[in-house]
């Protein structure tokens, strides 16, 4: 029988209330929210590093050593023992054979492995599955379903759209009840924003993170996204001004600019982002290591027509936002500056030609087919010194914006506006992209399309910018 594989994974119970101090070569990449939770598994013999001396707090952590982390940490009994009296040796032996477990750390794993398959606390990974790095998601169901079996944790029912922001992407996927589970009692919490973003890696600091705050209840909190703040979220299939505009916000600050985004491959009409309820992943994922250094020209889809499902482009934006809303599966993204005159034509609104046009609605789509233009954006509407606050896929991505004053002062309301909420509610992108303004060509170039297949019982239509921003983010 195979020792069991501990190396620097093992996990102990926790036994002190004193941290110990760690002493890696890269300390000083601990971040400062996490150091506790790992000082912690420092000091209960868990984590010992690697043999250079890293700890490597962002480095991902594979399905098999977070699989380890786990039954270490929760399981108390000889495992051993528990291989001869309860598996058995032959169906151990066929259990690391049909698995494959014996090409998971040279089989020093199998133990570990074949204990878990059998108490079925992860879904069953073969073979060099196990040493793929592990996701969000598969991290919660492993921790979930220990929770489950080491400590007959008691789950209260829960309205999950409360306390996970990105709930619309977790319902979909078969992790919802782990993930939603874990959420409920206060494990998780997601970023700042109150995203858990499911399919992407967990680093090793996260999850000392996660294992710690299963492992005492003391350490958990439940965090309501309204604690912090809630971002605009819509409905599917709610025809409302209001609902259109909330929905339009979901990408703002998450998805990249990408000419041809959300155009299928034929490049005639909607692709598969386009025609998503909710935001793409793909979108997510691409968006998540750019830099201030973004520049669209990199992601060409006429050189590369992979790229459309990276990101939105300003008729991918508009269409998706109008298929989210009306819900009735059809696709909505065409040229920018036909976008008015597709949507008069199927019956939801009129058009107002740019040279007629002497006010501007929340809700309104603006096309212009301008040489120099040539962009569809959602209008929010005038302030009071004439510059109009918008919504819009533009150069670097999905973004709130203000444009000049009529007379091309750049300090104007709608400008303040946009900064003021993209810095307080959309940080991370802000620190990036801090330019929220547009020229004074986005308030003469554009036709106006007015929905008739929207309704404003709240009223939005007649509120000003800022009380409009005001009712989005529940201020």
């Known amino acids: 029988m195979k020792k069991i594989f501990t190396l620097f994974l093992a996990i102990t119970f926790f036994a002190s209330s004193v941290y110990a101090q ?179 890696s967990l680093t090793r600091e996260d999850g000392a993170i996660l294992i710690c705050k299963a492992l005492h209840s003391e350490l958990r909190e439940v965090k309501k996204v309204s604690d912090t703040y809630v971002l605009p979220s819509g409905e599917r299939g709610v025809r409302t001004i209001k609902n259109f505009i909330a929905t339009a916000f979901e990408p703002v600050g998450k998805v990249m600019y990408v000419y041809g985004g959300g155009w299928n491959e034929a490049d005639d009409g909607a692709g598969t982002e386009a025609m998503t309820l909710g935001l793409s992943q793909s979108w997510l994922d691409f968006a998540k290591d750019k830099t201030a250094s973004y520049n669209c020209n990199d992601y060409d889809y006429t050189k590369d027509v992979s790229v459309i499902h990276d990101g939105l482009d300003c008729s991918g934006y508009v269409g998706w936002a109008i298929y989210n809303v009306l819900n009735d599966g059809k696709g909505y993204v065409t040229n920018s500056y036909k976008m008015d005159d597709m949507l008069q034509a199927m019956g939801y609104g009129s058009i107002v030609e740019r040279k007629d046009v002497s006010e501007v609605k929340a809700g309104d789509i603006m096309a212009s087919n301008c040489d120099d233009c040539k962009h569809v954006f959602i209008s929010l509407g005038k302030c009071s010194d004439g510059s109009m606050l918008l919504l819009h896929s533009s150069p670097p991505g999905v973004q709130l914006s203000g444009t000049y004053t009529p007379d091309g002062n750049k300090n104007s309301e709608a400008i303040k506006l946009a900064s003021e909420y993209m810095k307080k509610y959309y940080p991370d992108w802000y620190n990036k992209f801090p330019d929220n303004s547009r020229n004074a060509s986005y308030l003469t170039h554009y036709n106006r399309f007015v929905w008739s297949a929207l309704s404003d019982d709240e009223g939005i239509r007649d509120m000003s910018p800022r009380e409009i921003l005001e009712v989005m983010f529940n201020e």
């Open 22 to 200: 760690t002493n890696f070569s890269d300390d000083g990449m601990i971040r400062q929210y996490s150091r506790k939770y790992v000082e912690m598994l420092v000091s209960e013999g868990g984590i010992h590093g690697y043999t250079d001396n890293t700890f490597k707090p962002q480095g991902t952590v594979t399905r098999a050593e977070f699989m380890s982390m786990c039954f270490n940490s929760f399981y108390k009994g000889d495992l051993t023992d528990y291989i001869a009296n309860v598996i058995g040796e032959e169906k151990y032996s066929e259990t690391v054979y049909e698995n494959g477990f014996d090409k998971v750390w040279n089989g020093a794993a199998d133990n570990i492995l074949a204990v878990a398959a059998y108490m079925e606390l992860s879904d069953k990974f073969k073979g060099e599955e196990w040493n793929e790095p592990i996701t969000r998601a598969e991290a919660a169901r492993m921790l979930y379903r220990s929770l489950l079996k080491f400590k007959d944790e008691n789950i209260e029912s829960t309205e999950y759209n409360g306390i996970i922001n990105d709930w619309n992407i977790i319902s979909k996927t078969e992790y919802a009840e782990d993930i939603g589970a874990l959420f409920s009692l206060g494990i998780i919490q997601g970023d700042a924003n109150g995203n858990f973003e499911p399919d992407r």
